[in-house]
């Protein structure tokens, strides 16, 4: 297993539409565990395939081990958002955004459908840190990052501060 560099903004890939995973082999094995290893070390949340470079339809997650339990590694090929109600709205961070965090708007309690690592239909449902953990994974396979949906004002004033350091360095 190996932790692997996590692409930040603004690497276009980011920015694209993941692929379906149509094949589960030993390759793709391999990148589940490195993502979660990834995951793990720095620390996170949760992690989309696009984020290590590889824009393929997977992320992992686990968000109980961040208040304070064992681990409790999920991991969903191909999610889609089969259902979402509800309001909720949390400061968000990303791995791939680097030395920002904003509040975001989202459904309170979603429901996703998948695979699971051996290709076996699963659906999960969560709601509060759960429910915005997916959304936000689900979006980095659209190429949506949480600043897209934070108003114009802030990303204008963030993208530019990212813009500036990136010439002073
Ligand atoms: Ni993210």
């Not at 999610?79 to 509800?86: H, K, R």
């Not at 840190?129 to 979006?139: F, I, S, T």
Request: charged share 25%.
């Amino acid at each position: 297993m190996a932790v692997l560099p996590i692409l930040k903004l603004p690497d276009p890939l980011l920015r694209q539409q993941a692929k379906e995973v149509t094949r589960i082999n030993g390759e793709l094995q391999t990148l589940i565990d490195d993502m979660a290893e990834t995951m793990y070390a720095a620390p996170g949340l949760g992690l989309a395939a696009n984020q290590v470079g590889v824009v393929r339809r997977v992320i992992v997650f686990d968000v109980s081990h961040r208040e304070g339990g064992p681990r409790d590694l999920k991991v969903l090929l191909n999610p889609c958002i089969t259902a979402g109600e509800g309001e909720i709205i949390r400061e968000e961070s990303c791995l791939s955004v680097a030395d920002f965090s904003a509040e975001v708007r989202r459904h309170a309690r979603v429901t996703v459908t998948g695979l699971d690592r051996e290709g076996k239909p699963l659906e999960i449902t969560g709601e509060g840190l759960l429910a915005v953990v997916l959304q936000h994974e689900v979006d980095h396979l659209n190429g949506v990052l949480f600043i897209d949906r934070i108003s114009r004002l802030k990303r204008g004033l963030y993208l530019r501060r990212l813009k500036k350091q990136a010439t002073a360095g």
